[in-house]
């Protein structure tokens, strides 16, 4: 709990907070709703107390319980809906799926400093469900990525990758742990990526990844199978990746067309994107 306060506890419950001298009130209050949010005693989307509420609990105006609000929906902290209330920010930055991007350029846009943790680099035979994904024949022998990707720091995803070998012995495992598949194929040997395709799933996490990811046994996780391709339609590789549930969640956004239209064509997707919690 911030220094600023003095909270006073009658019969074990606290029952008031008193502001202290020299700080302004409404710079006071703020902080502590910052903190109580912080530590989790309101949750994302979850409806703060009212203005009268609070303004009761610090014994101040609902003017400076206003200003001490303001300055919360300034910082992003909280939202406000008219005749509703104050609500708790889903703090997760979102950027833009729509346009085909990697692991670094998702985590830069949603302000977060991405690392990877390289943990298997092998070439292995392609198992047989390999085969189609990776337009490859019986006995080929395929590289194996399985990395832990982090953001600021912090795990948020497990995957696994698959590439050719034509593609896989173009990567090492030292670039990898700052870089990306498609930065070196694309920066260093100019191999496009073109296409990429998305399947998702929801999954839970067995004993392996729960260990990798530092979640229980059991927690659900984000499934995502993906598809990429270069010029020529070729496969560039085939990736398996597990999200922490409560790390991201996904947003899509659809416009609808001004003359009530339902073709597809006249309702395109505008955003669909990951969000991640910091």
Not at 162 to 170: A, R, S, T
């Amino acid at each position: 709990m911030s220094h600023f306060f003095t909270i006073l506890i009658k019969n074990g419950y606290n029952t008031d907070i008193m502001l202290k001298k020299g700080i302004p009130r409404h710079s006071q209050i703020s902080q502590w709703l910052r903190s109580q949010i912080e530590e989790g005693v309101y949750e994302p989307d979850e409806k703060l107390p009212s203005e009268n509420e609070l303004a009761k609990k610090f014994d101040v105006s609902r003017v400076t319980i206003r200003r001490a609000l303001q300055s919360l929906e300034s910082e992003d902290v909280i939202y406000r809906c008219q005749g509703l209330g104050s609500f708790v920010s889903d703090t997760r930055a979102p950027h833009n799926l729509v346009r085909l991007t990697d692991f670094n350029e998702d985590m830069a846009k949603a302000g977060l400093n991405a690392s990877s943790q390289v943990h298997e680099f092998k070439i292995i035979e392609a198992p047989s469900w390999l085969l189609a994904p990776l337009q490859i024949e019986e006995g080929n022998k395929v590289m194996q990525i399985d990395r832990l990707r982090l953001a600021d720091g912090n795990p948020v995803a497990f995957d696994s990758t698959w590439l050719p070998i034509l593609y896989g012995q173009l990567l090492s495992k030292e670039k990898l742990e700052n870089s990306t598949i498609y930065k070196i194929l694309e920066e260093e040997y100019d191999i496009q990526v073109i296409r990429g395709t998305y399947r998702f799933s929801a999954d839970i996490a067995d004993e392996s990844l729960a260990d990798e990811l530092g979640i229980d046994v059991g927690a659900p996780l984000l499934t995502i199978e993906r598809s990429t391709f270069t010029i020529g339609n070729k496969p560039l590789y085939y990736q398996r990746r597990y999200y922490r549930s409560d790390k991201v969640m996904y947003e899509m956004t659809l416009e609808r067309s001004q003359d009530g239209s339902h073709s597809s064509s006249d309702m395109p997707m505008k955003e669909f994107v990951p969000v991640f919690k910091q």
